[in-house]
């Protein structure tokens, strides 16, 4: 019984060495459950909505939830004209809240390059986008 402590105790030290090093991490650990637990966060359903009609270049759908006092319909449209990226996939990443709203965060896949563009959506208590970075 007193070897077994020792033992243990240097499992315990190569475990956390091995997460502290990035042998095993959040990744490979995250992918071994569903996509969706029950208690992971997720954005509201027309947050959703509009992360994927502007991956989609939907230019009346992202213009109708953007205030005016940041772009009008004919900035959205120069906007998705003048994108040099596509996009093939969205997910979402998290929120944070702050003085200026609720800031929902998302990765935007482009299945041209491989890339991933990192979007922040933030939003009034009006449910309008404020600020997009």
């Known amino acids: ?6 033992i243990f105790g240097g499992v315990v030290v190569l475990i ?9 991490g959040h990744d490979r650990i995250a992918s071994l459950w569903p996509a969706s637990l029950p208690f ?5 359903r027309w947050m959703l909505d509009y992360a994927k009609a502007f991956c989609g270049a939907d ?17 959205v449209k120069q906007a998705f004209a003048a994108r ?23 990765l935007l896949h482009d299945g041209k390059t491989g890339l991933d563009n990192w979007w922040v959506f933030t939003v009034s208590a009006t449910q309008k986008i404020v600020r997009i970075d």
């Open 16 to 24: 956390a060495i091995a997460f502290a090093s990035g042998v095993v």
């Open 59 to 75: 230019t009346t759908t992202v213009a109708s939830r953007i205030d005016v006092s940041l772009a009008s319909e004919d900035d």
């Open 84 to 106: 040099d990226w596509t996009c093939s996939d969205v997910r979402y990443l998290g929120s944070t809240s702050g003085k200026s709203g609720t800031a929902y965060i998302f």
């Open 40 to 44: 992971a966060e997720n954005p509201p």
């Open 1 to 6: 019984m007193q070897r077994a402590a020792p």
